[in-house]
């Protein structure tokens, strides 16, 4: 049974890897279209830029408007949105612009296979789903709607964040950057459930996002002291972590902290388990964003061992795991990451193979069997094997 698990997990782990699709996104000079796996045209290089096909449909873009095609070519909905993404579980989100290019607004909504709104075009601001849930903008404040539409929380806050694990934060009135803290604060804020029931309030305090079962809150008191610290999902304080300069969310248990410009990890317990020995800076730590820098991915996270030696990936226990160091990396994947020598990217596995040359300015993982590069100014696709598609 151990076998057929593992063999199961394995064949699961190589979607990433999967073979080449029918049709491969081709360059041909400057415009787009769609080739097969023997180069030969199936889809007329016609179009300003094309997107892998996704459920059978393929976005497309010519003159700044958006529609679908199939397999055949044929425009089964046509380019008529200013903004779209690609099909995802058989919905797609669109946007059209009101007013002039140049200063109009998005009317934003989904549309299935055939075309036909499922959440019309009625909001200025949509976000992707996330728990079946979505915030909506209605021109000045901000609600939910569910996957189907219904609107669950009625528009009524100036700033409301995405729902993680069946939780969000909203308030009354914008946060504000304290250079201080190095994040957003808010004068008041509020936990929130899916229903919209207010759980917890903070104060001079910002959020992360919940992340198996907890929430970083960093708060400011009235003599600038700064405190940070986890909550779990009713509110409750679970964590001080107010001896550490800044810290990121948990992932598959540790969370990344930094002291004296130095990264570490501690675990839910609040011990460290990997000292803080990386080398890390407080701006470069704030500048990720999404916070998914140093979040570990099936045991392995990146990190810069020394300024001058480089980054290495590391498992839970801190051990180096490449033979190499890298000018830089990043887990992209739990079998993907993405690597940088000499000015140049490509991408290694975890355990340090090639698995397309490093040898571009930019490139993202491989999805669906091709991954997007970019040689010079021309972005263009490469499946597993390391064919390029494009030609002059």
Request: overall charge positive.
């Amino acid at each position: 049974m151990r076998t057929i698990i593992a063999l199961l997990l394995f064949i699961n782990s190589l979607g990433l890897f999967a073979q080449t699709p029918e049709l491969i996104p081709f360059l041909k000079g400057k415009r787009w279209g769609f080739v097969n796996a023997q180069r030969e045209i199936v889809v007329p290089c016609m179009y300003d830029y094309v997107y892998p096909f996704s459920e059978g449909l393929a976005l497309v873009e010519l003159e700044r408007k958006f529609g679908y095609i199939n397999a055949q070519g044929k425009t089964v909905i046509p380019l008529k949105y200013d903004k779209a993404q690609p099909f995802k579980q058989g919905r797609a989100k669109v946007e059209t612009i009101f007013g002039k290019r140049t200063n109009g607004q998005f009317k934003v909504g989904y549309i299935d296979k055939t075309g036909k709104e499922i959440i019309p075009l009625q909001y200025l601001g949509l976000t992707n789903f996330r728990d079946n849930m979505a915030t909506i903008w209605d021109g000045d404040y901000n609600g939910y709607i569910d996957y189907v539409g219904k609107v669950l929380v009625k528009p009524q806050y100036k700033f409301a964040s995405r729902f993680s694990e069946s939780r969000a934060w909203v308030a009354t009135k914008m946060p504000t950057y304290d250079m201080l803290v190095g994040c957003f604060l808010h004068k008041e804020a509020f936990l929130i459930d899916a229903q919209g029931k207010q759980l917890h309030t903070i104060k001079n305090a910002g959020s992360e996002s919940f992340s198996e079962g907890l929430c970083l809150i960093i708060a400011k008191t009235n003599d600038s002291t700064v405190t940070r610290y986890f909550i779990d999902k009713q509110g409750k304080k679970v964590l001080d972590v107010s001896d550490y300069d800044a810290v990121h969310g948990f992932t598959e248990g540790l969370a990344a902290v930094m002291k004296n410009n130095k990264l570490g990890f501690i675990d839910r317990a609040g011990k460290l388990v990997i000292p803080c020995q990386y080398s890390i800076n407080f701006k470069w730590f704030y500048q990720d964003h999404k916070r998914t820098l140093f979040n570990f991915k099936k045991g392995l996270t990146a990190v810069m061992l020394a300024p001058d030696q480089g980054w290495n990936v590391i498992d839970k226990q801190g051990k180096t795991k490449l033979p190499r160091n890298y000018q830089y990396l990043r887990v992209a994947t739990s079998t993907q990451i993405l690597a940088k020598r000499n000015n140049h990217w490509g991408i290694i596995s975890p355990e340090g193979e090639i698995i397309l040359p490093l040898q571009y300015q930019a490139v993202k993982p491989f999805k669906n069997g091709l991954a997007l590069v970019r040689k010079g100014r021309k972005w263009f696709y490469v499946d597993r094997d390391g064919n390029e598609y494009f030609e002059e």
